[in-house]
């Protein structure tokens, strides 16, 4: 069975930086991209960033890149985002999904894509 789940989440002042997890289990990371996207109130769910599958290569969307950096450990099968220079509209629940498929974050409804989520963690950045 595939499981997700995020943590790491809470509340910062802007400019600040937070390291989200997500512990993994019931498949390889040679057979499946892992990705992290957001959901802020009103707003659809949004590719931030993917960890391709066999390769291993990483792809970021442009309002992220720079500051996100995703990686993860394979011993540990566990996922990470390191947000640095966070922003007031970074504010949002962050999920981390995955599927056997390769990496797609800019297409619309690029979330279903993906067929198993976490329950997201809230990310929460003050002015």
């Known amino acids: 069975e595939v499981q997700l789940v995020e943590s790491g989440g809470g509340l910062v002042q802007a400019g600040g930086s937070l390291r989200l997890s997500c512990e993994t289990s019931?498949?390889?990371?040679?057979?499946?991209?892992v990705v992290w996207f957001r959901q802020a109130p009103g707003k659809e769910r949004e590719g931030l960033s993917c960890?391709?599958?066999?390769?291993?290569?990483?792809y970021y969307v442009d309002s992220v890149k720079g500051r996100f950096t995703m990686s993860r450990d394979t011993a540990k099968n566990t996922v990470f985002l390191e947000m640095n220079d966070l922003k007031p509209e970074d504010t949002a629940v962050y999920y981390c999904?995955?599927?056997?498929?390769?990496?797609?974050?800019?297409?619309?409804?690029?979330?279903?894509?993906?067929?198993?989520w976490g329950q997201g963690t809230q990310v929460t950045v003050s002015s």
């Open positions: 999904g995955t599927g056997e498929v390769s990496c797609l974050l800019n297409a619309k409804g690029a979330a279903h894509w993906y067929r198993y």
């Open positions: 019931g498949f390889s990371f040679n057979a499946y991209s």
């Open positions: 960890i391709n599958r066999i390769d291993g290569a990483k």
